[in-house]
T-cell receptor, first 110, second 108 residues
Framework: SQTIHQWPATLVQPVGSPLSLECTVEGTSNPNLYWYRQAAGRGLQLLFYSVGIGQISSEVPQNLSASRPQDRQFILSSKKLLLSDSGFYLC?????????FGQGTRLTVV | GIQVEQSPPDLILQEGANSTLRCNFSDSVNNLQWFHQNPWGQLINLFYIPSGTKQNGRLSATTVATERYSLLYISSSQTTDSGVYFCAVASGNTPLVFGKGTRLSVIA
């Protein structure tokens, strides 16, 4: 089965600082990869998804960007964090229609 | 896009009770999944069930695709069942769209 590695687990960053969250996948090749954000402990909002290397689709215009430099690597970035970027970020892999999630990164922007 | 509504938003149960969680969706789908998010935030895939009925221990799920709803049944609930239950759907190759979840609290 697929294993999703996501780090760090928690992160506290000042407003205006950069961000880089990394997600890597084991156990499959050419997966569809996703970044979701969960605010206030409820509801997952799709941020980005990727069907292959270098292919990124953005669902919500915002302060974040994503990149997929390798088949099993998906990175979420920001050049300057805002307070509103705080939340719980989840990386997901969909393989054969089923979704598997990483353990998430809890980001607090102060 | 597809809209997903889950009910109830919150549910409190006594240990040992049964419950039914509902997921309504606005369009035909070819992918429907139920997830449990534990208190530490981890999302666990419970069922992949775009149609029909499945059972896994005390949990079962039924999706009536023609009527655009799915039900998740929890029997003999335990405190470890607490958390948020999400329904997520997709149509074609679109990404999964999540409902807002049902927060379940099982008390001893």
């Amino acid at each position: 089965s697929q294993t999703i590695h996501q780090w760090p687990a928690t992160l506290v960053q000042p407003v205006g600082s950069p961000l880089s969250l990394e997600c890597t996948v084991e156990g499959t090749s050419n997966p569809n990869l996703y970044w979701y954000r969960q605010a206030a402990g409820r509801g997952l909002q799709l941020l980005f998804y990727s069907v292959g290397i270098g292919q990124i689709s953005s669902e919500v215009p915002q302060n974040l960007s994503a990149s997929r430099p390798q088949d099993r690597q998906f990175i979420l970035s920001s050049k300057k964090l805002l307070l509103s970027d705080s939340g719980f970020y989840l990386c997901a892999c969909i393989w054969r229609t089923e979704a598997f999630f990483g353990q998430g990164t809890r980001l607090t922007v102060v | 896009g597809i809209q997903v509504e889950q009910s109830p938003p919150d549910l409190i149960l006594q240990e040992g009770a049964n419950s039914t969680l509902r997921c309504n969706f606005s369009d035909s789908v070819n992918n429907l999944q139920w997830f449990h998010q534990n208190p530490w935030g981890q999302l666990i895939n419970l069922f992949y069930i775009p149609s029909g009925t499945k059972q896994n221990g005390r949990l079962s799920a039924t999706t009536v695709a023609t009527e655009r709803y799915s039900l998740l049944y929890i029997s003999s609930s335990q405190t470890t069942d607490s958390g948020v239950y999400f329904c997520a759907v997709a149509s074609g190759n679109t990404p999964l769209v999540f409902g807002k979840g049902t927060r379940l609290s099982v008390i001893a």
